[in-house]
T-cell receptor
Framework: DAKTTQPPSMDCAEGRAANLPCNHS???????VYWYRQIHSQGPQYIIH???NNETNEMASLIITEDRKSSTLILPHATLRDTAVYYC?????????????FGRGTSLIVHP | NAGVMQNPRHLVRRRGQEARLRCSPM?????VYWYRQLPEEGLKFMVY????????ESGMPKERFSAEFPKEGPSILRIQQVVRGDSAAYFC????????????FGSGTRLTVV
């Protein structure tokens, strides 16, 4: 019952930009978009999050469309260590609190 | 740099035994979330707790599973009378408040039921 849709897999050449799309057409006005990644069954690692504006940090950039129904995570110069499952999630409200709900994610393979 | 600490990292139990998984949230975090990940699948939400309170347990099986987050000490996920289908990785996350910031995950406990 995840609120996001992502392609199951993508691949990218090392050194190139990896652009991972996510659809969240039912997102509510006060719900955030978060991106996490999971490398080989380790604990999920936070990447970036946003509400309506584009965001950038040392790991990635997040582009959110104006209608907020989709977003793209950009890894500007992918490396082999970026091979992971990437999860786009929106926070759902529950009794005034927020619970991250995960879908199947996108398995990104970065190849030499 | 104490993040979310989970122990044990690996746990082997025979069918019918009890499994106790521990999660110590980051310092200053009062919200704990437990997730289960079956092999080759995504993370499934189980339960959300604040200190001494279960806020949302909609993802937790009604039988054999329980969770607590006492005033002192770590959060505990308890699975009674384990079965082979309980074999999975169990992750916990913590956050500082209910404002949807700063979910930090632990490294998980891998439960194997033999």
């Amino acid at each position: 019952d995840a609120k996001t849709t992502q392609p199951p897999s993508m691949d990218c050449a090392e050194g190139r930009a990896a652009n991972l799309p996510c659809n969240h057409s039912t997102i509510s006005g006060n719900e955030y978009v978060y991106w996490y990644r999971q490398i080989h069954s380790q604990g999920p690692q936070y990447i970036i999050h946003g509400l309506k504006n584009n965001e950038t940090n040392e790991m990635a950039s997040l582009i959110i469309t104006e209608d907020r129904k989709s977003s793209t995570l950009i890894l500007p110069h992918a490396t082999l260590r970026d091979t992971a499952v990437y999860y786009c999630i929106v926070i759902r409200a529950s009794g005034g609190s927020y619970i991250p709900t995960f879908g199947r994610g996108t398995s990104l393979i970065v190849h030499p | 740099n104490a993040g979310v600490m989970q122990n044990p990292r690996h746990l082997v139990r025979r069918r019918g035994q009890e499994a106790r998984l521990r999660c110590s949230p980051m310092k200053g975090h009062s919200h704990v979330y437990w997730y289960r990940q079956l092999p080759e699948e995504g993370l499934k939400f189980m339960v959300y707790l604040q200190k001494e309170n279960i806020i949302d347990e909609s993802g937790m099986p009604k039988e054999r599973f329980s969770a607590e987050f006492p005033k002192e000490g770590p959060s505990i996920l308890r699975i009674q009378q384990v079965v082979r289908g309980d074999s999975a990785a169990y992750f916990c996350a913590s956050s500082p408040d209910e404002a949807a910031y700063g979910y930090t995950f632990g490294s998980g406990t891998r439960l194997t039921v033999v």
